[in-house]
Structure formats: C-alpha cells, structure tokens
Nanobody, 115 residues
Framework: QVQLVESGGGLVQAGGSLRLSCAAS????????MGWYRQAPGIQRELVAS???????ESTSSVKGRFTISRDNAKNTVYLQMNSLKPEDTDVYYC?????????WGQGTQVTVSS
C-alpha cells in the first residue's frame, strides 16, 4: 500500500504563485510516475502534469510555461510550482502515483485563484 500526503494549496490572487508538494510513503517500487490532476465539481478529473522516474514530464497545454513539475527521488516527493496563476486554475488538485500493480491518490488540496 502507498500513502500520499499533499500540502501547499490555498488562496492566491491572479498572477500569484503556489507550490504543491506530495510525499509518498509505503510500498513504493523503483520505477513509478507521479503526477498532479485537478477536478472541478461535475467535471472529469484531468491531468495537469506528470513526471516519470527518469525525469520525463508531460503537462496539459493550458499550464505550459506557467507550471513546473519536479521530483525528489530520495524523498519520494513530487512538487508542482504554479506561477502566473489564473482564476480558471481554481480546482481541487490531486496527487497521483502510478506503479506497476497500483494506482494511488492523495486526498486532494484546494487551490483557489481570485481575480
């Protein structure tokens, strides 16, 4: 079993920045992908950004140039640096860890961007 603990959400004005962190613990394999998803009420959860064990990253087009995902393998932690935040970035953000044999989610952290 894997546990994910998220932190760093909150309220920020448009144009501001936030940094999300997600620490994984438990039965973690050597190769895994971690990522951040977001979801608004009644809308399907969407990928924001992900990073694989080798450092390969993916991100949705709406955050390119504004959000940066990174990871610290020694700490099994993934970060999402969010700059130039927009009101449309308001959502609950969920941390995800995928490894062979398991797909795990954090409890979610609210990000609210005021105009």
């Amino acid at each position: 079993q894997v546990q994910l603990v998220e932190s760093g959400g909150g309220l920020v004005q448009a144009g501001g920045s936030l940094r999300l962190s997600c620490a994984a613990s438990g039965s973690i394999s050597s190769f895994y992908t971690m990522g951040w998803y977001r979801q608004a009420p009644g809308i399907q959860r969407e990928l924001v950004a992900s990073i694989a064990s080798g450092g390969y990253t993916e991100s949705t087009s709406s955050v390119k140039g504004r959000f940066t995902i990174s990871r610290d393998n020694a700490k099994n932690t993934v970060y999402l640096q969010m700059n130039s935040l927009k009101p449309e970035d308001t959502d609950v953000y969920y941390c995800n860890l995928w490894q062979f044999g398991g797909d795990y989610w954090g409890q979610g952290t609210q990000v609210t961007v005021s105009s």
